[in-house]
């Protein structure tokens, strides 16, 4: 069982920037692929980005695709997500999300790839 907790949303204007943070506890940090995913008011949940287990590949939706970073420190248990050049249409809750995988490099855009979700953290851009 894998424990989620995001933090580092807040408010910030068009063109700022901000970093999220995922922290795990429970299971083994290197063995999940991990994700984030937003889900915007009255929106279906949309695919951010994810990396493999080893933090050797990365896959980015094509909306925040050279605007945001996903990483993460394996040894601290952690995947960040820095976000930069926010545009008001990335104003939602942001989840991180954990897939177990034996694949090294997989990286994984659907939410039904993996089994442990966190609170959200939330985002607002304004304009």
């Known amino acids: 069982q894998v424990q989620l907790v995001e933090s580092g949303g807040g408010v910030v204007q068009a063109g700022g920037s901000l970093r999220l943070s995922c922290a795990a506890s429970?299971?083994?940090?290197?063995?999940?692929?991990m994700g984030w995913f937003r889900q915007a008011p009255g929106k279906e949940r949309e695919f951010v980005a994810s990396?493999?287990?080893?933090?050797?590949?990365?896959s980015y939706a094509d909306s925040v695709k050279d605007r945001f970073i996903i990483s993460r420190d394996n040894m601290k248990k952690t995947v960040y997500l820095r976000m930069n050049a926010l545009k008001p249409e990335d104003t939602a809750p942001y989840y991180c999300?954990?897939?177990?995988?034996?694949?090294?490099?997989?990286?994984?855009?659907?939410?039904?790839?993996?089994?442990?979700w966190g609170q959200g953290t939330q985002v607002t851009v304004s304009s």
């Open positions: 429970g299971g083994s940090f290197s063995e999940y692929a």
């Open positions: 990396i493999s287990r080893n933090g050797g590949s990365t």
């Open positions: 999300a954990a897939g177990n995988t034996e694949a090294s490099y997989s990286v994984y855009s659907r939410g039904d790839k993996y089994q442990f």
